[in-house]
């Protein structure tokens, strides 16, 4: 294993003016890893993404990437690394998947002002491993929110990147869907050493696809470390504030948590 | 994809539909000539004097006048659609129209009208019009960087309303002697003297068009949203401001001469899209050629209708303009985009 | 506009007048059957609107013009727009442009328009019969006490002539004050309690055409405190004799001299 970690944040401050704020938060990623972020709502994970693509700086602290801190990066080569995929997929003019996906190559296309074969060629492959090559010609707005979701994926594998976020990846999804989009991302991590960093609400689902996790709340990085390390209950209830159970999956071993429901009594 | 072959293909086809169009609108007119006499002054044979003065003089500047104007406000219409992220973007219904035509009312009153360095002079005040107009409706609008709809279309109400009131105070102060000449030119008029603004025009619609178009891929990525496009690598911020000054650029400048004209950046734009998609890399040239297919037939109706009187070429573009919107709004926009 | 050197054919056969008072002046001065054509709104004398037209005051079509092939046009200071007599110029047909602000100067543009068709016999005659009668009129109503005037040139809003306005100046030869002779814009919009306030003892209503003057004088009867609407001294009057700058701004001042001086021997 490499020594140096894909993604390094160190002691990094952000805040929007209001009364929260990112505080210092540091984390590695290492390469190949697949890393979840969980937390409560409104812990900061979705603002960690944008820091992490340079959508905002932070106010105090360092992000580097394959030991490059970000500021010394073009928004072009940081995106030729990193690449998102966002939980909302808002168009303002109708496109379709294949004009998506092509959208993916814009950080590899410099001085090109009309992509070329070889874009289209990337783009094509990057549809066929999320599995919408055949929808190709199809306008987004017809679609399935899983086949959506996948053509965004097929975005952000266009542009070749190391580093994969995604921002809550099975939360518009049915069941077999989520399945897949796991399968999907499992299979590129192996095959293909993606690193994969993801946003989730859902304790389970990170629990079950990382290596390790982070757990984020009120700003502040509480634990990290395995599923087992950071899925603890006296944790999980004392930051989320809500009664759970955790106990082990009997398919895979890793921690399932599950909420502990009220009875008709409690509160009173 | 669009490939350049086929930026080629659709400008091209677009430039050939404008020239046949401009063709047509040079035989029509007030003055009885007939299609011989046209001919003979188009390919510099013998003509009779007031079909050369009529061909040359009066007929052809006006029609370059509308070509350059519809493209100008085309294209402006387009980067507003992009740059807001909004359909229903336009000079008009963002009130920069009216800040340009503010502006240029004011430039009128002080006398820039006449030489070549009136109408630059003209056009860079109907140009800051446009800007401080295009800027207010940002800084009303804007919610958290974004811009939604509602919002926007409001601010951008509220802002034409304002400039309109704005020129009627100064128009309230006019003599009398003046005031029908201003308000005929606010109706919008493409009545044109010579070939000097079509000069003006040309260059400054140029400079914006091409500030436009070098955006054209950065305006794709933008229309997945900002964030999207920053995480992509353009640079949304730069791309922003360049596309904000040039469109605003392109309103100044056509307004300056032809007072404010609506419906060409709004409807245009949409019924391109409607053929060839929503990749600007080939939507601009094309919309823009368009545009100033349409506005050539629209100026020339305004000429010949009611011949020898004149419709305000405002009415026309509104005319043809509404019932398509309405059309839009009934199938497309039904459907929920953004 | 006017003031510039203009290169003028020796005797002009096709004229184009751009303004109803230059067509009243050309065929004032009889050469009416020179004129090939004129605007919409020349609607005097009636064979005026038997000719040609080429389009509005604002609003002139070059192209009906050019196909008249005029060798000469008529223009206004009061009225046309300076781009208009450029544009017609810069195609070659000689533009004269007459600047009317007063009793005075539309004489002179009457005698000059006289000078450019060869009619200066005419013009002078003409010229000279409208200052004698102006003379006339002015002895008569010398040492006599001038009531105050309010020139209603527009009721709402109400718009009033104000300083150096061809409308005020013939109200002061007529014999009155205009109570608006010294607003600084010329038809400035002004307020109905201001002009109350002043007071005036005779109400002028210019009518542009429209039907129904009683309805107007109806609108003003509420206002019963003023002097003039008291006594009943609220007088329309044809809007064109007083502010179309041509020969029958004579009939124009005969007309309000005798509203506001009843008690001369006319």
């Known amino acids: 294993m490499s020594p140096e970690p894909l993604l390094a944040v160190r002691g990094v401050d952000f805040g929007y003016g209001g009364a929260f704020r990112l505080e210092d938060v540091s984390f590695e990623v290492e390469r190949a890893e697949v890393f979840a972020v969980i937390g409560p709502n409104s812990s900061g994970k979705t603002t960690l993404i944008r820091l992490l693509t340079k959508v905002h700086e932070p106010q105090r602290g360092e992000i580097r990437l394959g030991g490059i801190a970000l500021g010394r990066l073009s928004r072009r080569a940081l995106a030729r690394q990193v690449a998102v995929v966002p939980q909302e997929l808002t168009l303002a003019f109708p496109l379709t998947v294949e004009e998506l996906a092509l959208m993916g190559r814009h950080p590899h296309a410099e001085g090109r002002f009309f992509e070329g074969p070889e874009d289209l060629a990337r783009a094509w492959e990057a549809m066929a491993l999320a599995g919408v090559l055949d929808l190709g010609q199809q306008p987004l707005d017809t679609l399935s929110g899983g086949e959506r979701q996948r053509a965004v994926l097929a975005r952000a594998l266009a542009q070749e990147p190391r580093l994969l976020l995604l921002d809550e990846p099975t939360s518009h999804l049915d069941l077999r869907h989520q399945r897949e989009i796991v399968g999907l991302l499992r299979r590129l991590n192996r095959e293909r050493a993606l690193t994969v960093v993801l946003v989730s609400h859902d304790l389970n689902l990170a629990g079950e696809v990382a290596d390790r996790l982070l757990l984020l709340a009120g700003g502040r990085v509480v634990r990290i470390g395995s599923s087992d390390e950071v899925l603890e209950e006296g944790l999980l209830e004392e930051v989320y504030g809500c009664p759970v159970r955790v106990e082990k999956s009997p398919a895979s071993g890793r921690p399932v948590v599950m909420i502990r429901w009220p009875d008709a009594d409690e509160g009173r | 994809m669009i490939t350049r072959r086929q930026a080629f293909l659709g400008t091209g086809g677009v430039a050939v539909a404008l020239a046949a169009v401009s063709a047509a609108a040079l035989t029509l007119g007030a003055a009885p000539l007939t299609l011989s006499e046209v001919v003979s002054v188009l390919l510099g044979r013998e003509a009779p004097e007031l079909a050369a003065t009529v061909v040359l003089g009066l007929r052809l500047p006006r029609i370059l006048l509308a070509a350059v104007a519809g493209a100008g406000l085309t294209v402006a219409g387009v980067a507003f659609q992009a740059l807001t992220r909004n359909p229903l973007a336009d000079p008009a219904v963002l009130g920069v129209a009216s800040g340009a035509a503010f502006g240029a009312v004011v430039g009128q009153l002080a006398g820039l009208e006449g030489s070549l360095l009136a109408a630059f002079g003209l056009s860079a005040v109907a140009f800051a019009g446009a800007l401080v107009a295009a800027a207010a409706v940002y800084l009303i609008a804007a919610v958290g960087g974004r811009l939604p709809i509602q919002t926007l279309l409001l601010a951008g109400v509220i802002t034409g309303l304002f400039f309109s009131a704005a020129i009627t105070l100064i128009i309230s102060l006019v003599d009398l002697a003046r005031l029908g000449g201003i308000l005929h030119w606010l109706m919008g008029s493409l009545g044109t003297l010579g070939y000097r603004p079509v000069g003006v025009m040309a260059l400054g619609c140029a400079v914006g068009t091409g500030a436009v178009y070098a955006q054209a891929r950065a305006l794709n990525l933008l229309a997945l949203g900002e964030e999207s496009a920053l995480q992509l690598g353009v640079e949304a911020e730069r791309v922003k401001r360049v596309i904000f000054v040039a469109a605003s650029l392109l309103t100044g400048v056509v307004v300056a001469h032809t007072g404010p004209i609506g419906f060409v950046g709004l409807i245009v734009p949409h019924a391109v899209r409607l053929a060839v998609g929503s990749d600007n890399r080939l939507l601009i040239p094309v919309a823009a050629g368009a545009g100033a297919t349409f506005l050539v037939f629209a100026d020339t109706l305004a000429r010949v209708a009611v011949r020898p009187a004149e419709l305000p070429v405002g009415v026309i573009t509104a005319f043809c303009g509404a019932p398509f919107f309405v059309y839009l709004l009934r199938t497309r926009f039904r459907r929920g985009l953004a | ?266």
Request: hydrophobic content about 40%; some cysteine.
């Open chain 3, 1 to 266: 506009m006017s003031g510039r050197r203009v290169a003028v054919p020796a005797r002009p056969t096709r004229v184009v007048s751009l303004a109803p008072s230059l067509t009243e002046i050309v065929y004032a001065l009889g050469a009416g059957e020179r004129l090939v054509g004129v605007t919409e709104y020349c609607d005097y004398p009636k064979e005026a609107t038997a000719k040609p037209k080429v389009g509005g005051i604002y609003t002139p079509n070059f192209e009906a013009i050019l196909t008249l092939r005029p060798d000469l046009a008529l223009a206004t200071t009061e009225g046309n727009r300076e781009e208009h007599v450029r544009g017609l110029a810069a195609l070659g047909i000689p533009v004269y442009v007459v600047r009317p602000v007063d009793f005075a100067t539309v004489l002179q543009s009457i005698e000059r328009v006289g000078r450019l068709l060869g009619r200066q016999g005419e013009a002078a005659a003409l010229a000279g019969s409208m200052r004698q009668e102006a003379e006339a009129i002015a002895r008569a109503v010398e040492g006599v006490r001038r009531p105050r005037v309010l020139y209603v040139l527009w009721g709402n809003p109400l718009i009033v002539p104000g300083r150096d306005t061809l409308i005020t100046d013939l109200i002061r030869r007529a014999g009155g004050e205009s109570v608006t002779r010294d607003e600084p814009l010329a038809y400035p919009r002004f307020s109905v309690e201001e002009a109350m306030a002043r007071q005036p003892e005779r109400i002028v209503l210019a009518q542009h055409g429209e039907a129904s003057v009683d309805e107007r004088l109806r609108e003003w009867q509420h206002l019963r405190l003023l002097p003039a609407v008291r006594q009943g001294r609220i007088h329309p009057i044809d809007g064109n004799l007083m502010h179309r700058p041509g020969p029958r701004i004579l009939e124009g001042l005969r007309t309000l001299a005798r509203l506001l001086h009843p008690e001369v021997p006319w």
